[in-house]
């Protein structure tokens, strides 16, 4: 296992608890006196360090064994909610697990347009999750009422 620093193993914990690596930075650095686009910048050099990534990837892998989650098993889960929804004449659910799929499998990425300049105010608990996040938990945890998130549907 490659050496880290105490910092960076905290980084990746945090990353690993909140998936969002600006807050992960705050958690493991002293980031108080910084701008919102100084940590995002520096949390985004972090990842792509080359020791951080094999952490976090391991983490990951770990992480996934154990809860015995795999691309395989996603994607059969998702099918599954696919199948429901269009038994149930539920289009809009229908579509978004297709999306999620396609998302799984790496065919569709989100892009979203950052404001670097943005006064960015934050609070040091983790980063709530894109509504996306949340349809897909609810998907994958058997919710049947739930909509799929707009960004999903285009």
Same mark, same amino acid.
């Given at each position: 296992m490659t050496k880290l620093t105490i910092k960076q193993e905290?980084?990746?914990?945090?990353?690993?608890?909140?998936?969002?690596?600006?807050? %992960?930075?705050?958690r493991a650095y002293n980031a108080s006196g910084m701008k919102e686009a100084t940590i995002n910048v520096k949390a985004s050099e972090l990842l792509k360090n080359g020791k951080v990534a094999v952490r976090v990837r391991d983490l990951a892998s770990a992480h996934a064994q154990r809860h015995e989650i795999t691309i395989d098993s996603l994607t059969e889960m998702l099918k599954?909610?696919?199948?429901?929804?269009?038994?149930?004449?539920?289009? %809009?659910?229908?579509i978004a697990a297709v999306m999620a799929i396609a998302k799984l499998h790496g065919m569709v990425v989100e892009k979203k347009n950052v404001d670097v300049n943005a006064d960015h105010k934050h609070h040091h608990s983790a980063e709530p999750l894109s509504e996306s996040a949340h349809w897909l938990a609810r998907m994958l945890g058997g919710a049947s009422d739930s909509e799929a998130p707009e960004s999903l549907l285009h």
């Open positions: 905290k980084f990746c914990l945090a990353y690993m608890e909140t998936g969002n690596a600006s807050e %992960a930075y705050r599954a909610d696919r199948e429901l929804a269009r038994t149930e004449k539920k289009s %809009a659910d229908a």
